[in-house]
């Protein structure tokens, strides 16, 4: 069975926790696209794992593959691994493989994301980890890549063909070009290659001879669907493709092998950095859900604009991704408003239009138009059954069910691992809606 995972928003829906809780089904997991400016945060008992670039499904006894689609910054990586180790966890070559074409992100690449940020009149929201710049070197065939990292000599080799190059745009910008050569930060990339060579492997082949053997497969995107370079809000997207059809492309897996898509998606809606968000809350009750929902960044610490569920967006992630099942997050957090709103459509140009427009700059004119259902106080954080829930908060997870028309699978009501239970009857909801 081949299941990708992806989020339908803007990123920080909570996908770590639900490949937490998935991963124990799962041979392998494997993440196919962005770099370390990506955070998944998982909570297990008492304690909290902030990863950026290995997979949740680390804390489980699945195999962990990074692929080829990835940028990997291997002293964040080396961080992790050392961070996972002091909790007890083993991250040698056994668990973890890397693809051997996964581009390496040099420092280089950090001093250009934060220049070229300075330099945009209109900030795009970078993290400034040289994410960008590693795949714009990967596009124009410039990348050093985890073969070279483990090869002393073809690494030394393919940083002396790129110097120059780099040097001279980096000077261009003004910044320090000195970061190129300089020979503490090159000889600290070979000590990791020496330390990472263990782990190269070929993750398409990996993926696709445990495909063939009846093995359990799980692709692990990062961001979320509207931040997609291609299809999101340009130009306030990321440098990958974040939608289910790039787990195929980037892991080398062909379309016709994959079994499920799950969507994961927020009660709400929230996103970091600039770009529009139709339903944002700017007021109080914006600041609430901040608060309520832990809403700042694994990666960066910023606050997450917060706003009301917004169905035009969902509608065309769903389209985006193929989706077969939905895990909903956060549904605790709505505790307390009344009423919950849900965005059912955009008011455009005079007209109601239940989908996006295409383009940035005319989802930025669009306002939402609202429904309205009413809400819950009682505490959510300690249900364990769709049954225990008030029955509004059931309500407005059967109205969201419906709009959306695929089926909620998982409902999550804490951070927690215990905290998420099934929906109910996954078979019952297809058949009846087939």
Same mark, same amino acid.
């Given at each position: 069975?081949?299941?990708?995972?992806?989020?339908?928003?803007?990123?920080?829906?909570?996908?770590?926790?639900?490949?937490?809780?998935?991963?124990?089904?799962?041979?392998?997991?494997?993440?196919?696209?962005?770099?370390?400016?990506?955070?998944?945060?998982?909570?297990?008992?008492?304690?909290?794992? *902030?990863?950026?670039?290995?997979?949740?499904?680390? +804390?489980?006894?699945?195999?962990?593959?990074?692929?080829?689609?990835?940028?990997?910054?291997?002293?964040?990586?080396?961080?992790?691994?050392?961070?996972?180790?002091?909790?007890?966890?083993?991250?040698?070559?056994?668990?973890?493989?890397?693809?051997?074409?996964?581009?390496?992100?040099?420092?280089?690449?950090?001093?250009?994301?934060?220049?070229?940020?300075?330099?945009?009149?209109?900030?795009?929201?970078?993290?400034?980890?040289?994410?960008?710049?590693?795949?714009?070197?990967?596009?124009?065939?410039?990348?050093?890549?985890?073969?070279?990292?483990?090869? @002393?000599?073809?690494?030394?080799?393919?940083?002396?063909?790129?110097?120059?190059? *780099?040097?001279?745009?980096?000077?261009?910008?003004?910044?320090?070009?000195?970061?190129?050569?300089?020979?503490?930060?090159?000889?600290?990339?070979?000590?990791?290659?020496?330390?990472?060579?263990?782990?190269?492997?070929?993750?398409?082949?990996?993926?696709?001879?445990?495909?063939?053997?009846?093995?359990?497969?799980?692709?692990?995107?990062?961001?979320?669907?509207?931040?997609?370079?291609?299809?999101?809000?340009?130009?306030?997207?990321?440098?990958? @493709?974040?939608?289910?059809?790039?787990?195929?492309?980037?892991?080398?897996?062909?379309?016709?092998?994959?079994?499920?898509?799950?969507?994961?998606?927020?009660?709400?809606?929230?996103?970091?950095?600039?770009?529009?968000?139709?339903?944002?809350?700017?007021?109080?009750?914006?600041?609430?859900?901040?608060?309520?929902?832990?809403?700042?960044?694994?990666?960066?610490?910023?606050?997450?604009?917060?706003?009301?569920?917004?169905?035009?967006?969902?509608?065309?992630?769903?389209?985006?991704?193929?989706?077969?099942?939905?895990? +909903?997050?956060?549904?605790?957090?709505?505790?307390?408003?009344?009423?919950?709103?849900?965005?059912?459509?955009?008011?455009?140009?005079?007209?109601?239009?239940?989908?996006?427009?295409?383009?940035?700059?005319?989802?930025?004119?669009? @306002?939402?138009?609202?429904?309205?259902?009413?809400?819950?106080?009682?505490?959510?954080?300690?249900?364990? @059954?769709?049954?225990?829930?008030?029955?509004?908060?059931?309500?407005?997870?059967?109205?969201?069910?419906?709009?959306?028309?695929?089926?909620?699978?998982?409902?999550?009501?804490?951070?927690?691992?215990?905290?998420?239970?099934?929906?109910?009857?996954?078979?019952?909801?297809?058949?009846?809606?087939?």
């Amino acid at each position: 069975m081949f299941t990708i995972i992806t989020g339908s928003q803007f990123g920080d829906e909570g996908k770590g926790k639900i490949v937490d809780l998935l991963a124990k089904n799962y041979d392998i997991v494997a993440r196919f696209q962005g770099g370390n400016n990506a955070g998944h945060t998982v909570k297990v008992g008492d304690e909290v794992y *902030k990863l950026h670039l290995i997979p949740s499904g680390i +804390l489980l006894d699945a195999r962990i593959l990074i692929g080829p689609g990835v940028v990997l910054n291997p002293e964040v990586l080396a961080e992790e691994i050392t961070m996972l180790e002091k909790h007890g966890i083993k991250v040698d070559a056994g668990k973890l493989g890397i693809d051997a074409k996964t581009s390496i992100i040099m420092p280089y690449h950090i001093e250009m994301d934060g220049i070229r940020e300075a330099f945009r009149e209109q900030k795009i929201g970078t993290t400034r980890r040289g994410i960008g710049n590693a795949y714009i070197d990967k596009i124009a065939r410039d990348e050093i890549r985890m073969a070279e990292l483990v090869n @002393s000599d073809r690494f030394l080799a393919k940083l002396e063909e790129l110097a120059h190059q *780099k040097e001279t745009e980096i000077e261009a910008m003004g910044g320090d070009l000195e970061i190129v050569r300089d020979p503490v930060l090159i000889e600290r990339y070979l000590e990791l290659g020496r330390q990472f060579a263990a782990y190269v492997t070929d993750v398409s082949r990996e993926i696709n001879e445990a495909l063939d053997e009846g093995k359990n497969v799980m692709a692990e995107g990062a961001q979320g669907t509207h931040l997609d370079v291609i299809h999101g809000t340009q130009k306030f997207v990321t440098s990958s @493709s974040t939608i289910a059809g790039s787990a195929c492309a980037n892991l080398g897996v062909g379309p016709t092998r994959v079994d499920n898509v799950i969507a994961i998606v927020k009660a709400y809606i929230t996103r970091v950095g600039e770009g529009p968000l139709p339903t944002e809350l700017t007021d109080e009750l914006g600041e609430k859900i901040q608060i309520a929902g832990g809403e700042f960044g694994t990666t960066t610490g910023r606050g997450r604009r917060c706003g009301w569920f917004d169905l035009p967006l969902l509608k065309k992630a769903i389209t985006l991704n193929g989706y077969t099942e939905i895990s +909903l997050t956060k549904l605790d957090v709505l505790t307390g408003l009344d009423p919950v709103r849900i965005c059912v459509c955009y008011n455009y140009r005079g007209e109601n239009i239940d989908y996006p427009p295409e383009l940035t700059e005319d989802l930025e004119k669009c @306002s939402p138009v609202y429904e309205d259902l009413p809400g819950w106080k009682n505490d959510l954080t300690q249900v364990k @059954s769709f049954e225990e829930l008030p029955e509004n908060a059931k309500g407005y997870v059967r109205r969201l069910e419906e709009l959306m028309k695929v089926p909620i699978g998982y409902i999550s009501v804490g951070p927690g691992r215990a905290q998420t239970f099934k929906k109910g009857n996954y078979s019952a909801w297809v058949k009846q809606h087939q």
